[in-house]
């Protein structure tokens, strides 16, 4: 059975740190493109950060300098470091992983940045 969980949202003030992880079982994960996507209230999915099998990464224009993408194969885990975070990042964070065949989806972690 293949799990995504994400932990390490919550309440953050402006200018603030957040370090979200997704744990994935059942798949290898070394093999898969992991994604962190987002998705405000009223607002469509939007793409934060991916990171391909062989460690490259790509940013949305939003984040770019203030989050970074990385991943443990050897835990399974992908990591979004955020820092210096806008109230226009809250939002639901979605980890997701995919390969040519297959496409998995967390379950998504809250994260409010507000004073």
């Known amino acids: 059975q293949v799990q995504l969980v994400e932990s390490g949202g919550g309440l953050v003030q402006p200018g603030g740190s957040l370090r979200l992880s997704c744990a994935a079982t059942?798949?290898?994960?070394?093999?898969?493109?992991m994604t962190w996507y987002r998705q405000a209230p009223g607002e469509q999915r939007e793409l934060v950060a991916l990171?391909?099998?062989?460690?490259?990464?790509n940013y949305a224009d939003s984040v770019l300098g203030r989050f970074t993408i990385s991943r443990d194969n050897a835990k399974s885990t992908v990591y979004l470091q955020m820092n210096s975070l806008k109230p226009e990042d809250t939002a639901v964070y979605y980890c997701?992983?995919?390969?040519?065949?297959?496409?998995?989806w967390g379950q998504g972690t809250q994260v409010t940045v507000s004073s």
């Open positions: 997701n992983a995919q390969s040519s065949v297959n496409d998995y």
């Open positions: 059942g798949i290898m994960f070394s093999l898969y493109v």
């Open positions: 990171i391909t099998s062989g460690g490259n990464t």
